[in-house]
């Protein structure tokens, strides 16, 4: 019989919440676009009335989309690491490993952060043209797409660092549902 799973820590539940979260509101975004495409197909084409709005709208939320749906990646393994070097370490150095890697992404994603959340200030004074909102509001999908995954950084490390597992560690779908403690 293969042992059971490790129960789930509540930084886990924390994680899966937040990806949960994220996941529905990339579902409701992406099913936004489509119905205001949809729309403005009907209206410009069956109607000849079209909607001046309907193809700003869905660019801006087109940019959030790739935006949170890049951290959703990350989360899910949808971003190359090097795994060939990870295969090669115990669970202690895999481990490390992990830690010492999550170094530069989160600098990479500190320094894109404050960079869009400057750049959409910067820019908050100007308005779109078929929308006529802030500007503000497009540029912001930068700074939330980056604090996203700088929030699944900070809680998988915490998971780390307190409980000894992270994402990176869990065994792949289909393999037995094991999760191996670390630095034991």
Do not use: C
């Amino acid at each position: 019989m293969p042992p059971s799973p490790l129960p789930r820590s509540p930084v886990e539940h924390v994680l899966d919440l937040l990806d949960r979260l994220a996941r529905g509101v990339l579902s409701l975004m992406i099913l936004g676009i489509f119905g205001i495409l949809l729309a403005q197909v009907l209206m410009r084409y069956v109607f000849s009335a079209p909607l001046y709005w309907a193809e700003e709208l869905a660019k801006y939320l087109m940019v959030y989309v790739t935006s949170i749906g890049a951290a959703v990646a990350y989360r899910h393994y949808g971003h190359p690491r090097l795994m060939i070097v990870l295969g090669q370490l115990g669970p202690r150095a895999a481990l490390w490993y992990d830690l010492v890697l999550r170094i530069p992404v989160a600098v990479f994603f500190v320094y894109f952060a404050h960079t869009g959340w400057t750049y959409a200030w910067a820019n908050e004074w100007m308005t779109t043209p078929g929308l006529n909102v802030s500007f503000f509001w497009p540029f912001l999908a930068i700074p939330v797409g980056a604090g996203l995954v700088l929030a699944y950084l900070a809680f998988d490390t915490l998971n780390i660092l307190i409980y000894r597992r992270s994402w990176l560690m869990e065994p792949e779908p289909g393999d037995p549902a094991e999760t191996v403690e670390m630095l034991t």
